[in-house]
């Protein structure tokens, strides 16, 4: 079946430095999805990507997505404490969605001030 | 509008006996999704339901059933609890693309 490895597992930054997360699928994917949850929290859905070689910006965050949609990365320019917790992609297979998501093991991100 | 609800929120068992978690939602949204989440392994798949009255397994459905009587309900019952069934249970739904996930319960089998 459908795997999505996602590293690293965990990334310690000091305030002000970027962070990024890549995600590698072992099939080509119909679309990539990026989740955020925050210790204690539920993931919360950040994005999606669909075409090949996509690239999305939400302010200090940079989302691409790879020509042969099966990989993916994640980018925090500058991190700031409200960045802290743990940044999941979600792969969506052929089959749109409907029959769910098949997410990495995401990427645990911890702040240093 | 609540979004995505599950209760309980915590819940202790012990080995062998039984539970249902419940999901709602009140987005009418088509699909509905069980995760479970344990450490280093992210969220696994455990059913899902693409409409009112279907089920179908995900990723790990052993140890689990499901049912969606109606719309806006998605119910996980386990049957006899193991230990290895300790987990954060995540219920999601969903329209079209992205998912809306619960605040999770936190089930401890003893």
């Known amino acids: 079946g459908q795997q999505v490895m996602q590293i690293p597992q965990y990334q310690h930054v000091q305030e002000g430095e970027d962070f990024t997360t890549y995600c590698n699928s072992s099939?080509?994917?119909?679309?990539i999805q990026w989740y955020k949850q925050r210790p204690g929290g539920h993931p919360v859905f950040l994005i999606q990507?669909?075409?090949?070689?996509e690239v999305k910006k939400q302010k200090r965050l940079t989302f691409q997505f790879g020509e042969a949609k099966k990989n993916s990365s994640l980018h925090i320019t500058a991190t700031q404490t409200t960045d802290v917790g743990t940044y999941f992609c979600?792969?969506?297979?052929?089959?749109?969605?409907?029959?769910?998501?098949?997410f990495g093991k995401g990427t645990h991100l911890i702040i240093q001030p | 509008n609540a979004g995505v609800t599950q209760t309980p929120k915590f819940r202790v068992l012990k080995t062998g006996q039984s539970m249902t978690l419940l999901c709602a939602q009140d987005?009418?949204?088509?699909?509905m999704y069980w995760y479970r989440q344990d450490p280093g392994m992210g969220l696994r798949l455990i059913h899902y339901?693409?409409?009112?009255?279907?089920?179908a397994k995900g990723e790990v459905p052993d140890g689990y059933n499901v049912s969606r009587l109606k719309k806006q309900n998605f119910l996980l019952g386990l049957e006899s609890a193991a230990p290895s069934q300790t987990s954060v249970y995540f219920c999601?739904?969903?329209?079209?693309?992205?998912?809306?996930f619960g605040p999770g319960t936190r089930l401890l089998v003893l």
């Open positions: 099939t080509t994917l119909s679309n």
């Open positions: 990507l669909v075409k090949s070689g």
């Open positions: 339901s693409v409409g009112e009255g279907t089920t």
């Open positions: 987005m009418n949204h088509e699909y």
């Open positions: 999601a739904s969903s329209h079209a693309a992205s998912q809306y």
């Open positions: 979600a792969g969506v297979g052929a089959g749109g969605g409907a029959d769910g998501l098949t």
